[in-house]
């Protein structure tokens, strides 16, 4: 009996090893078949809340914050933040679930509405001021009797996107971060000038458009400044303050021109919409928010959560370099990790035994996500280290198509080498009955492929990485070959493979491109032809043709001229099985992801009357196009 004791005391250890790179998902008793009901009444027995304390900001404004503190806590606590601009006074979703896992572990859990959010005062900006109203939060917590002075930030998209400027500053509070799929805290970072996501290649993108619609409410009431906190929260408990707007059809609405009324044209009064829209990519305001730029600093250990088909997987990986890069903070240079799911903006809830991603199989995605989250702050936050050991691999991805989970000392991995494959054909490659085909070996003398791009007949988008955009857009791996039947869609494909190939770090696409038009678009989409034929996408990407040196010195084109374009990377991890056929995909719209060029070369913003562009990729010996793919040999 006593050897069995021995053994049972074991198994947990065994457990252990066998999950600590690739942590399996939590077991059926997770808190998310509870009842919203059921999960309150597990907050209110684990903890007590303090809700709607205004905490003032540098200069006045008070922001709305819940403080949620373990029941019976004894001495200084480590502290959790999670700011938001949503609705949370009443606890949902996400939040809720993380509140409950904070105050079991002996966190104190603090949710604050942005600035000119709900009950916070001030304006609506978005990020919230991260370095100044981040900052100031910060310091008010570390200075609370409560606290132990140090300090975890938290969140997935909104709630992720504000950390990033405030980790160049450097807080002494601030021992650690877990930013979930937060793109659009990015200003521009290396190979990508996105501008919070509001921009890919210098081509809006519509998702914050209906963002935008739904967040930025300019003329919103508030509560008589005089209110005590007790009266607060009582008023918190039955009125939120929260604006329901009309509803609306966007698939119509996202056709109207000129794109500088989109929401006026729906009643809205002016707001931030009408500030960015005219904004080109590389105007200098866009430093004035609370966006990151590369040139901040780094100062956090981050443990990165991100997707392969979310909005912005390509500036949070470059990003995730540029940390662990810095020499700012050499700690936190070196505590950098990151975890890559198959997954859709935020949805690392859905990771488990049978993930269907758009329309793709991924088969078993499990990953134990709370448990690495808490984990990384045991170890920042409460100085266990080895809850976080160092052997952790600073990179866990998921490799689609071979459909496991992988791990790397860095991204892409080492063993990543570029695989050249050139664009070619005889001149033909409209649709995917066309002539055109990807070689490893250089084209000579071939004909340019030529397609005709009319702004009012866009090729549509069907899935890839997107979010937030009111159903415009679904998300997710599709089939391509309804897009690759048009006339204006250029479609490249390999010979089936004789073997599997995993392509997993950064795909660039170099174009040589002519249009008769002074200005077009030349959108790049990466796909994984099955053996049925079925054409996944995998990524996709965009460069407007004005933008082609540079976001600072944009040119027009003249009619007939051969351009380099090469637009920002798709980044991913994606075995090609054998059989499988390597396929890309060339046009000029990819549309309402994107907005659409109407190609007279003017302000897009302002324009109403589009022109059709004659439009050529070129491939022969002096003007070779192609795609490099990061091969795992």
Not at 366 to 374: I, P, T
Request: with cysteine; glycine share 10%.
């Amino acid at each position: 009996m006593r050897r069995a004791g021995i053994v049972m005391r074991l198994l947990p250890l065994v457990a252990l090893c066998a999950n600590a790179v690739f942590p399996m998902a939590p077991p059926p008793q997770d808190l998310a078949k509870y009842t919203p009901e059921a999960l309150d009444r597990e907050v209110a027995t684990l903890g007590t809340a303090r809700k709607a304390l205004m905490v003032p900001m540098r200069d006045g404004v008070r922001l709305s914050t819940n403080i949620y503190t373990p029941r019976d806590a004894r001495g200084p606590l480590p502290t959790i933040l999670w700011k938001t601009p949503y609705n949370e006074h009443n606890l949902r979703g996400s939040t809720q679930r993380y509140v409950i896992e904070a105050l079991r572990r002996g966190y104190v859990f603090i949710v604050q509405n942005e600035r000119g959010r709900y009950f916070s005062e001030g304006t609506f900006e978005i990020l919230g001021r991260p370095q100044t109203d981040g900052y100031d939060t910060l310091s008010w917590i570390a200075k609370q009797p409560w606290s132990n002075g140090k300090v975890g930030t938290l969140g997935c998209s909104s709630s992720a996107e504000w950390q990033l400027a405030l980790a160049a500053q450097n807080h002494p509070a601030h021992a650690a971060m877990v930013p979930m799929a937060s793109g659009a805290g990015i200003g521009k970072v290396g190979r990508f000038q996105e501008q919070g996501n509001w921009y890919t290649g210098g081509v809006p993108r519509s998702l914050f458009w209906v963002w935008l619609y739904g967040v930025d409410t300019p003329i919103r009431p508030q509560l008589p400044a005089g209110l005590d906190e007790a009266t607060r929260a009582r008023v918190s408990q039955y009125n939120d303050l929260s604006a329901t707007k009309p509803k609306v059809d966007w698939p119509t609405q996202i056709q109207h021109l000129p794109l500088e009324t989109m929401l006026s044209d729906l009643g809205e009064p002016p707001a931030t919409f009408e500030q960015f829209i005219v904004r080109e990519p590389g105007d200098p305001a866009w430093r004035t928010g609370g966006l990151y730029h590369d040139d901040m600093g780094w100062g956090v250990p981050a443990l990165w959560f991100n997707s392969w088909y979310d909005v912005s997987i390509g500036p949070n990986l470059e990003l995730f370099n540029h940390a662990r890069a810095s020499r700012d903070d050499r700690e936190a240079s070196a505590n950098q990790y990151a975890v890559v799911a198959p997954v859709t903006h935020c949805g690392y809830a859905n990771l488990g035994p049978d993930t269907v991603v758009g329309k793709r199989q991924m088969g078993d995605t499990s990953f134990d996500v709370n448990g690495a989250v808490f984990a990384w702050f045991a170890r920042w936050l409460k100085g266990e280290r080895g809850a976080f050991p160092d052997s952790t691999p600073h990179v866990r991805y998921f490799a689609m198509g071979e459909n496991r989970w992988k791990s790397a000392t860095q991204w892409p991995p080492l063993a990543a080498k570029p695989m050249r494959l050139y664009l070619r054909s005889g001149g033909r490659a409209n649709t995917l009955w066309g002539d055109g085909r990807l070689d490893i070996a250089a084209p000579g003398r071939e004909p340019a492929d030529r397609f005709r791009y009319d702004p009012l007949n866009p090729a549509p988008t069907v899935g890839g990485g997107d979010c937030c955009n009111g159903g415009l857009v679904i998300p997710g791996a599709f089939d391509q070959r309804g897009v690759e039947s048009r006339q204006d869609v250029l479609v490249y494909t390999s010979d089936p493979l004789d073997k599997p190939i995993e392509v997993s770090g950064f795909v660039d696409a170099v174009l040589k491109v002519s249009s008769s038009a002074k200005d077009t678009d030349f959108a790049v989409k990466l796909v994984d032809v099955a053996l049925d034929g079925t054409a996944w996408i995998i990524g996709d990407t965009i460069l407007r043709a004005r933008y082609r040196d540079g976001f600072n010195a944009p040119k027009l084109m003249a009619p007939g001229v051969a351009y380099t374009l090469k637009p920002s990377p798709i980044a991913t991890a994606i075995t090609f099985g054998k059989g499988h056929r390597i396929r890309v995909e060339v046009t000029s719209s990819n549309f309402p992801k994107f907005a659409r060029n109407l190609n007279t070369g003017g302000v897009i913003a302002k324009e109403t009357t589009p022109i059709v562009a004659d439009n050529g990729v070129h491939h022969d010996a002096e003007q070779a196009s192609y795609i490099e793919l990061p091969v795992i040999r």
